[in-house]
């Protein structure tokens, strides 16, 4: 069966320091994919960054990159630079894009910067 | 702003009762997403509809049900509700061809409360 995992229910980052947000997965599908979304205390649903199964290399999306690991099927987020505005809940999440396409999601982390 | 709408943002009803929620995806945008996001279950992917057709089926319960419209709005059917049920419902639109586009964008969401 597929799974999300993220073991930091919270973090704390310096403002300007990086940070590593961990994301393991298990599935048996040969074709998949990995997202991460944020959501700030304010709600919403953003999409940052994929990562694709078969992609060689590691996707990038300005201060946002995907440390993909296929071996030891991990997929940890890395922020680069933090900023306040970072704060917020992170999730990990996988899509079979073999056969059901169905999308499961982590438990998220919650990120707070410091000033 | 996403450019994908929902409404209601607010919903309050009870037990028993039956809602719809709408939703509009971003202009284009040929797929439509549905996830609940609640305390216990955290977020679950739902449905997706590609062009008018099912295209991911998710951990979507019997008394749900959605479809997408011609003119590619979106409508999730929620009967015979239950107090675990209350929960965020999110809709989330992407474009490109098939079942697979990796970036989505979400709406608002609409915050059901079953009393």
């Known amino acids: 069966a597929q799974k999300i995992t993220q073991t930091q229910p919270g973090m704390f980052v310096q403002e300007k320091e990086a940070v590593t947000l961990d994301c393991t997965y298990d599935?048996?599908?040969?074709?998949?994919?990995l997202f991460w979304y944020k959501q700030p205390s304010s709600g919403e649903m953003i999409f940052l960054i994929y990562?694709?199964?078969?992609?060689?290399q590691n996707a990038t999306e300005g201060r946002y990159s995907l440390n993909f690991q296929k071996a030891r099927k991990s997929a940890n987020l890395v922020i680069s630079a933090s900023q306040l505005g970072d704060s917020a809940m992170y999730f990990c999440?996988?899509?079979?894009?073999?056969?059901?396409?169905?999308?499961?999601f982590g438990t998220g982390t919650r990120l707070k910067v410091l000033a | 702003d996403s450019g994908v709408t929902q409404t209601p943002k607010h919903l309050i009803t009870a037990t028993g009762q039956r809602v719809t929620l709408r939703c509009s995806p971003r202009?284009?945008?040929?797929?439509v997403y549905w996830y609940q996001q609640s305390l216990d279950q955290g977020l679950q992917f739902l449905i997706q509809?590609?062009?008018?057709?099912?295209?991911a089926k998710g951990n979507i319960l019997e008394r749900f049900s959605a479809q997408q419209f011609p003119d590619l709005h979106s409508e999730l059917n929620l009967s015979s509700l239950e107090l675990g049920d209350s929960a965020l419902y999110f809709c989330?639109?992407?474009?490109?061809?098939?079942?697979?586009?990796?970036?989505?964008?979400f709406g608002p969401g609409t915050r059901l409360t079953v009393t």
């Open positions: 989330a639109s992407s474009g490109g061809t098939g079942a697979f586009s990796y970036e989505q964008y």
């Open positions: 599935t048996s599908d040969p074709s998949y994919g």
């Open positions: 990562q694709g199964s078969y992609d060689q």
């Open positions: 999440a996988m899509r079979d894009l073999s056969g059901t396409y169905k999308y499961i």
């Open positions: 202009s284009g945008d040929l797929s």
């Open positions: 509809y590609y062009n008018g057709e099912e295209r």
